[in-house]
């Protein structure tokens, strides 16, 4: 047996694969770019499944830890193995997860109660309706501070800082 297919055998079973880290800002943890897709650790992604498993380690070998049945539900992606990806939810909880189990599709959740959604990106902007904490949207954009949610037919603004999905002043469209 090659020596790097050894210690990757030994590692899955003690439950510590090679290129990742359950350790915050270490290797496969956070800062810079997955190992596995090139794409920047850590992201915001959603549950693509109506109900989906989060494991001990990255395989099906491994315990279920937590069972999401919240579909559009956002994740934040801190690690890489294989087809296996790293996730925490809004309270820091997670697991491995089957990358087919999520989607690309930005989502974000209120994380207060009745925060107003408002027709424009303004304090006193008219107000669309008052959001639960919990609710989850299609983030469409984000900029200044403000993000716009998409809730079924929907749309307005909440302050970026009442969700749980994007990073605070980040932009996109």
């Known amino acids: 047996m090659k020596t790097w297919l050894g210690a990757a055998l030994v590692a899955l079973l003690i439950g510590v694969a090679p290129g990742w880290s359950a350790e915050p800002g270490t290797p496969g943890h956070g800062a810079g770019r997955g190992p596995v897709t090139d794409l920047p650790m850590p992201r915001f992604v959603s549950l693509k499944a109506s109900e989906a498993n989060a494991r001990r380690g990255p395989s099906t070998a491994h315990r279920i830890d937590w069972v999401y ?11 890489e193995f294989e087809h296996w990806r790293r996730v925490e939810d809004a309270e820091g909880k997670g697991g491995w997860m089957h990358f087919a189990l999520l989607s690309g599709v930005r989502t974000a959740m209120v994380t207060e109660d009745m925060v107003t959604l408002r027709r424009h990106p303004q304090p006193d902007a008219a107000a669309v309706a008052k959001l639960e904490r919990g ?20 749309r307005g603004w909440v302050e970026a800082r009442k969700l749980w999905g994007v990073e605070p002043g980040e932009r996109f469209e």
Do not use: E, I
Not at 142 to 153: N, S, V
């Open 135 to 154: 609710v989850v949207g299609r983030l469409v954009s984000c900029a200044q501070d403000w993000c716009q949610l998409q809730l079924g037919r929907t």
């Open 69 to 79: 049945r919240l579909r559009d539900m956002p994740l934040r992606v801190t690690g």
